[in-house]
């Protein structure tokens, strides 16, 4: 393994890190070596990265003298942090930072980034059409992200800004899938209307990641948007139903209906959601899918995705 770059994994037993940890493993090219960084090296999911080949190594994104350590000796590294864990912008902020500032000391080659776009840019905080969350953010789990960009500019850290899509494995674990109506049909509910939602496997991204690092240094201080498919909600019900055998309707309710939904999270994706129907252009735009399949011949559509995963979507 000496002759191999060593890609240090952030969140290797989360969504986007495990799906780089499982890229690079099973990389046919040999290319990289991969270590991955969990604060709970004894889990089950971490020991079963070790049996698969990974270098399992303890890391905390809120001791930085951990993260140094973890990424001592590395190529690069591939940075995300876990909003939804913890729900603070201030934490994520503070935790891009420490990653920027090790990246720094490690002299790390190449660091990608997971980000997404502060929000604010688009839509000021006295703008009422969507209200201001926590004080000073429109999507908390979008601005903090896209905020902390410069954290790694600001080092000097040779970055890959990656720009990633709706998960819909959210319709598995994150209780966004199809519910039945009181008449008995299935309802598909996205503050959407007609604009298209851009979605991704969350397997896909690590396989576009381990495709950003190895164009080496030609993505170096650009911003790479992924993305499997750009759907409608409409299209999405559709798509479902044929999965499911059944009729999906798509319930297309208010980004002010969304909010009220109460759940953890329910004003920031409310939110979110706006954004997104509202700035369709900009959003979609900023996301190809022909440069996600370049960088990721495997890069899955939503009718593939749902062919493998459509027995585990449960439905309320």
Known sequence: MTDKKIIAVVGATGAQGGGLVRAILNDASGEFAVRALTRKPDSEKARELAIQGAEVVAADLDDIESLKRAFADAYGAFCVTAFWE?????????????????????????????????????????????????????????DAKGEANHLFTDEGVPT?????????DNLIFFGMGPARGEDG??????????????GMAAEDIG??????????????????????EQLTGAEMAAALGRALGE??????????????????????????????RDFESDFCGARDPQMARSLNPQLQTFGAWLDANVSRIPIG
């Open 86 to 142: 913890h729900f603070s912008p201030e934490k994520e902020l503070a935790q891009a930072e420490a990653m920027a500032k090790a990246a720094k000391s490690a002299g790390l080659k190449h660091v990608i980034w997971s980000t997404l776009e502060d929000t604010r840019r688009w839509v000021p905080l006295d703008d009422d059409r969507m209200p201001t969350l926590m004080g000073k953010y429109k999507v908390p789990h979008f």
């Open 247 to 276: 009729e999906v309707r798509y319930n297309a309710v208010t980004p002010e209906m969304y909010r009220s939904f109460g759940f953890p999270g329910a004003d920031d994706l409310g939110n979110m959601f706006q954004f997104k």
């Open 160 to 168: 890959t800004f990656l720009h990633t899509s709706f998960y819909w």
């Open 185 to 198: 049909v299935l309802g598909f509910t996205l503050p959407m209307g007609e604009a298209k939602l851009p």
């Open 207 to 228: 396989r576009c990641a381990l495709g950003i690092f190895k164009q080496g240094e030609k993505l170096i201080g650009k911003s790479v948007g992924i993305v499997g």
